[in-house]
């Protein structure tokens, strides 16, 4: 006959509390969830800031990197939320003009730690983000992902959550992955400016050849664009073309186009062409002698490369020399200590 303590005997009390800490561990994981997704969701409902060509953008905006990014689909309130929070409490590390002049200490600090977010926002607008995104959107997305991460794989490591050695390797992980994914969206930038300003010479004398034949600027440019439509320059003149079409003026699209590929040869070349649209300067003209002009500086770039290229070749060749002298001089010496050569002349 079973008694009460028999019965609570075959009870197996241990797997039971284990699962019922997993579970209670997950109700305090899914409570915090929710009071944080509180206030960002009410940071998401905060009015957007005003864009150029209406309220509606923004809307359209989001649209467009819910289809380009399952992060951001998924993840939005969080990313919205963040980013809104960052534009409203911490302007200054958005804006490097925020922080008074005697803070460079304070700057450089913030630069090493979200690298640059200036540069960040020029590479975000040249295109490399493949995506709508802004510059706090896109920060904000790099944060979540690398902390969910980071907790991953801390928790490889670190079984209890709650512990200085798991927050201290998470911390160290996600900022490692913030900084690589900033570094490798710069990367990007910088390669696609260096390709822009090899092909900007041979655009400066199609545009030259279109419009000595009788051609008009934006006739030129569509030339171009459809010689060259994958390159990064075509499609910048692409989307000059789209900025004219949709009611900006000539100058402005060209500016706008300026900062966006953050390329100095291109700021010369807009100077140039303002002074020579306000004296009447031929167009065609003008952009033959700045094509010839940025490969003269091409070159001279180039000239200055090797020079400090030759500079630093003396120290490697001398190692590489006293290595191959090392091995062809080593075998000899072994064979001589070995076979009692040297004895001799103790």
Request: charged letters at 20%.
């Amino acid at each position: 006959m079973f008694t009460a303590t028999s019965i609570l005997l075959t009870v197996p009390f241990q797997p039971i509390s284990v699962s019922m800490v997993w579970f209670s561990s997950a109700l305090v994981g899914l409570a915090t969830f929710l009071l944080l997704r509180l206030p960002l969701q009410w940071l998401e409902k905060k009015p957007q800031r005003s864009s150029e060509y209406g309220w509606d953008i923004d809307d359209h905006r989001r649209i467009t990197l819910r289809k380009q990014s399952a992060f951001f689909k998924r993840w939005e309130p969080w990313i919205v939320g963040l980013a809104n929070a960052t534009r409203i409490y911490t302007p200054w590390l958005l804006d490097d003009k925020i922080l008074p002049a005697n803070s460079k200490g304070l700057r450089r600090l913030v630069n090493t730690l979200f690298i640059s977010p200036s540069n960040t926002s020029k590479a975000l607008a040249s295109g490399v983000g493949k995506g709508a995104w802004t510059v706090e959107e896109y920060m904000a997305a790099t944060w979540l992902s690398s902390l969910a991460i980071a907790i991953a794989v801390a928790f490889l490591f670190e079984s209890q959550m709650i512990s200085i050695w798991f927050l201290s390797l998470t911390a160290v992980i996600a900022w490692l992955l913030y900084r690589y994914q900033i570094s490798a969206l710069l990367k990007r930038a910088t390669t696609r400016r260096r390709i822009i300003r090899q092909l900007l010479p041979h655009s400066m004398d199609t545009l030259a050849m279109t419009m000595s034949a009788g051609g008009t600027f934006s006739e030129a440019v569509e030339d171009l664009v459809r010689d060259f439509p994958d390159h990064p320059l075509a499609m910048e003149f692409s989307r000059l073309l789209g900025d004219v079409s949709r009611g900006r003026t000539m100058y402005e699209s060209l500016v706008a186009m300026a900062s966006r590929i953050d390329v100095v040869e291109f700021d010369d070349v807009l100077r140039t062409m303002t002074i020579a649209h306000e004296h009447g300067a031929p167009a065609a003209e003008f952009f033959r002698t700045s094509a010839s002009q940025m490969r003269l500086k091409h070159l001279r770039q180039m000239e200055t490369a090797i020079g400090k290229a030759e500079a630093k070749m003396p120290l490697p060749t001398m190692v590489i020399v006293v290595a191959c002298m090392i091995i062809a001089v080593a075998p000899f010496a072994v064979m001589s200590i070995y076979s009692g050569f040297l004895e001799q002349f103790r």
